[in-house]
């Protein structure tokens, strides 16, 4: 029995690493937000802290692109190396067949 797409025991798909990843920038900006806004203490440095959270998610964000992009041009060669192999074999086999009925020496 073939189970679908996303069942136990299968690959992540890129969008349930997406949604991981925007989980886990939800969760980063949640706490930042719950902070206690009346502490005049400690404003401006939770300024600086979430500009440099902000750079930080975005790098992250382009590397996980970047990642995906590379990871997806690596299967399409893999994949196209395999189709090649198989219609190589394919003709080798049919080679073979002519031989042994005598239709070439």
Not at 12 to 41: N, R, V, W, Y
Not at 76 to 102: S, V
Request: aromatic share 10%; glycine share 8%.
């Amino acid at each position: 029995m073939r189970w679908p797409h996303g069942a136990c025991g299968s690959r992540s798909t890129p969008a349930a690493a997406f949604f991981l990843l925007a989980a886990a920038i939800c969760a980063q900006f949640a706490t930042g937000l719950s902070a206690d806004p009346s502490k005049d203490d400690n404003k401006a440095q939770s300024k600086g802290h979430t500009g440099q959270t902000v750079l930080f998610v975005l790098i992250g964000i382009g590397a996980a692109i970047l990642l995906s992009f590379f990871l997806f041009k690596y299967w399409q060669k893999k994949k196209r190396e395999e189709q090649h192999a198989r219609l190589l074999k394919l003709f080798e086999e049919d080679d073979d067949i002519e031989m042994e009925l005598g239709l070439r020496d």
